[in-house]
């Protein structure tokens, strides 16, 4: 099998030669091509390169388009900062929607219009061109709570939670079209999943969850069902309180970072859902050696099997030796899961 063959086995319950791999790479696929990292974000041309050696020198069975959390905000106008050798970061003391009266002028953008969004399309699209039906190809887009403090800032929105739900309700509405837009044109570009990146949400509590970011990453997964593609839910910290509330947004892939137990999702999440992580990709991936790192990866497998695929908790840091890299591939190959 190549990859796209293994992942898709895999998303459809079907038989595979070896686990998956696909670990999120970013800042470390920037380093394999010796490019700094603000060329890697703005120039799809350099990150489809850097995703392509990358893949093919450790294994991985997917490409992923995935940079920085500012594009969709970019796009609809918010202040990004941008460096030389890190990734854009939205400046939160000018956030868009420091005034949520603004939220009424805010208008669902087309993404091939956007410079951002447009960046990632065609990155898609020349993904496909170069190895569609031989990777998996992955695209990405923000959550609903990832999304609103981008525009609102993390800090007036934690607040808001407390204080004017309605209006995280509003907020929540118009991101759910935007992502929903944007994930049906990456889709169109070639895209054979789209990653929803919700970190913010292992800020809040259960209810928070339950109640409001729960309900609307829900309504975005069954939209890029609806379009056709496969969903991977990426929510690092700590998620161990939210774990069944997770399980019900009905992501085929959902992401665990190393903070939460494997055996513990896995009884709560139930044995559909596909796990992916959770070793720690400093201390262990980064910083271990291959023996700890083998073990680790073990310990994840026993705990989620079968429906399981080798990756670190979060993304793979930028200095994780080679030689490290390399055992996530030998231990995915070696392990054939039983269906």
């Given at each position: 099998?190549?990859?796209?063959?293994?992942?898709?086995?895999?998303?459809?319950?079907?038989?595979?030669?070896?686990?998956?791999?696909?670990?999120?790479?970013?800042?470390?696929?920037?380093?394999?091509?010796?490019i700094p990292y603000g060329e890697y974000a703005?120039?799809?041309?350099?990150?489809?390169?850097?995703?392509?050696?990358?893949?093919?020198?450790?294994?991985?069975?997917?490409?992923?388009?995935?940079?920085?959390?500012?594009?969709?905000?970019?796009?609809?106008?918010?202040?990004?900062?941008?460096?030389?050798?890190?990734?854009?970061?939205?400046?939160?003391?000018?956030?868009?929607?420091?005034?949520?009266?603004?939220?009424?002028?805010?208008?669902?953008?087309?993404?091939?219009?956007?410079?951002?969004?447009?960046?990632?399309?065609?990155?898609?699209?020349?993904?496909?061109?170069?190895?569609?039906?031989?990777?998996?190809?992955?695209?990405?887009?923000?959550?609903?709570?990832?999304?609103?403090?981008?525009?609102?800032?993390?800090?007036?929105?934690?607040?808001?939670?407390?204080?004017?739900?309605?209006?995280?309700?509003?907020?929540?509405?118009?991101?759910?079209?935007?992502?929903?837009?944007?994930?049906?044109?990456?889709?169109?570009?070639?895209?054979?999943?789209?990653?929803?990146?919700?970190?913010?949400?292992?800020?809040?509590?259960?209810?928070?969850?339950?109640?409001?970011?729960?309900?609307?990453?829900?309504?975005?997964?069954?939209?890029?069902?609806?379009?056709?593609?496969?969903?991977?839910?990426?929510?690092?910290?700590?998620?161990?309180?939210?774990?069944?509330?997770?399980?019900?947004?009905?992501?085929?892939?959902?992401?665990?970072?190393?903070?939460?137990?494997?055996?513990?999702?896995?009884?709560?999440?139930?044995?559909?859902?596909?796990?992916?992580?959770?070793?720690?990709?400093?201390?262990?991936?980064?910083?271990?050696?291959?023996?700890?790192?083998?073990?680790?990866?073990?310990?994840?497998?026993?705990?989620?099997?079968?429906?399981?695929?080798?990756?670190?908790?979060?993304?793979?840091?930028?200095?994780?030796?080679?030689?490290?890299?390399?055992?996530?591939?030998?231990?995915?190959?070696?392990?054939?899961?039983?269906?």
């Open positions: 099998m190549n990859g796209y063959e293994r992942m898709m086995a895999m998303l459809q319950g079907r038989p595979v030669d070896s686990l998956p791999l696909t670990p999120i790479t970013m800042m470390f696929a920037a380093r394999q091509m010796g703005t120039d799809y041309r350099k990150l489809v390169e850097s995703q392509l050696v990358t893949a093919e020198k450790f294994g991985f069975d997917s490409v992923m388009s995935i940079s920085d959390p500012a594009r969709e905000a970019s796009d609809l106008g918010a202040p990004v900062r941008f460096f030389p050798d890190q990734p854009p970061a939205l400046d939160e003391s000018r956030s868009l929607l420091e005034d949520k009266r603004k939220l009424l002028e805010l208008k669902v953008p087309d993404p091939w219009s956007g410079k951002r969004m447009r960046d990632r399309l065609e990155a898609i699209r020349l993904f496909r061109e170069k190895v569609g039906g031989e990777f998996l190809i992955e695209g990405w887009v923000e959550g609903p709570i990832a999304e609103a403090a981008d525009l609102r800032g993390i800090n007036r929105l934690m607040i808001d939670l407390y204080d004017d739900p309605a209006f995280v309700r509003d907020l929540f509405e118009f991101v759910v079209e935007v992502e929903t837009r944007f994930a049906q044109a990456q889709i169109e570009a070639g895209a054979d999943l789209v990653g929803i990146g919700d970190s913010a949400a292992s800020l809040i509590g259960p209810r928070f969850y339950r109640e409001l970011v729960g309900p609307y990453e829900k309504r975005l997964v069954d939209n890029i069902h609806r379009l056709g593609g496969y969903v991977r839910l990426h929510i690092c910290g700590r998620t161990a309180t939210i774990l069944e509330e997770m399980a019900q947004v009905g992501a085929d892939i959902i992401d665990l970072d190393f903070p939460v137990s494997m055996a513990e999702a896995r009884r709560k999440m139930g044995p559909e859902v596909i796990l992916c992580g959770n070793i720690d990709p400093v201390r262990v991936l980064r910083d271990g050696n291959p023996e700890v790192i083998y073990a680790e990866l073990e310990a994840c497998y026993q705990a989620a099997q079968p429906r399981y695929i080798v990756a670190a908790g979060c993304e793979v840091p930028r200095d994780t030796p080679d030689a490290n890299m390399h055992v996530l591939r030998e231990f995915a190959r070696s392990h054939r899961p039983a269906c």
